[in-house]
């Protein structure tokens, strides 16, 4: 089945500064790749997803890029701000019958003001 | 349009019992999903429901089960508790049609603690 390997498990960062999350999946046919952010007492927030006939897609201050070939996507998060603070998941799903979401470990993002 | 919704937000069972965790999905969402996250195990897929059928399982005991209504509304069954049950239980709903199918949403969770 999938595995989804996640790096690193924190991460800390100076406001202003560029946050970059790393994500390796195993199974080929994987082909939706969510983020989620997840504040605490809160359940995990959709903030960007890629598909994978799409090689980077972009929203605001927030990108992700995939690579099919090495089978790794990437989360960036530039001019990073406090709240931003959170963990944030990568997950990979097959998606051609269903939803069955496999997620990273997660990375606790700390911004520090 | 109002998000998902999962109830009760928090429980306490003892060992043993068994308790059901409600989710309402988005409106106009036919398929909701279910999943447990712990510290240790992170967030883990229990099953799938889509038009009141169970359409994906994850690697859960049997006494983990789940239902759907023909409104989308979804249950999940925990049944002979155990300490290990104790974790975070999430509902996520998506739409499973246009372009936005893949797409999934999470509730808030349910945090079941069992002593």
């Known amino acids: 089945g999938e595995n989804v390997e996640q790096h690193p498990s924190t991460l800390s960062v100076q406001e202003g500064d560029s946050a970059v999350i790393k994500c390796t999946y195993s199974?080929?046919?994987?082909?939706?790749f969510p983020w989620y952010k997840q504040e605490l007492g809160k359940g995990p927030q959709l903030i960007i997803d890629i598909r994978s006939n799409v090689g980077e897609k972009k929203d605001q201050r927030i990108a992700v890029t995939l690579n099919k070939t090495a089978k790794h996507f990437s989360l960036h998060i530039t001019e990073t701000q406090p709240e931003d603070s959170a963990v944030y998941f990568c997950?990979?799903?097959?998606?051609?019958?269903?939803?069955?979401?496999?997620f990273g470990p997660g990375t606790r993002l700390s911004v520090l003001p | 349009k109002a998000g998902v919704t999962q109830t009760p937000r928090y429980l306490i069972k003892t060992r043993g019992q068994q308790v059901t965790l409600s989710c309402s999905p988005i409106s106009g969402h036919r398929s909701v999903s279910w999943y447990q996250q712990t510290p240790g195990q992170g967030l883990q897929f229990l099953f799938e429901?889509?038009?009141?059928?169970?359409?994906n399982k994850g690697n859960f005991p049997g006494r983990f089960s789940g239902r759907q209504f023909s409104n989308s509304r979804s249950e999940m069954n925990v049944s002979t508790l155990e300490l290990g049950d104790s974790a975070l239980y999430l509902c996520?709903?998506?739409?499973?049609?246009?372009?936005?199918?893949?797409?999934?949403?999470f509730g808030p969770g349910t945090r079941l603690t069992v002593t």
């Open positions: 996520a709903s998506s739409q499973n049609a246009g372009p936005n199918s893949y797409e999934q949403y």
């Open positions: 199974d080929s046919a994987s082909n939706y």
């Open positions: 997950a990979a799903s097959l998606n051609n019958y269903g939803q069955n979401f496999v």
């Open positions: 429901y889509f038009s009141e059928t169970q359409r």
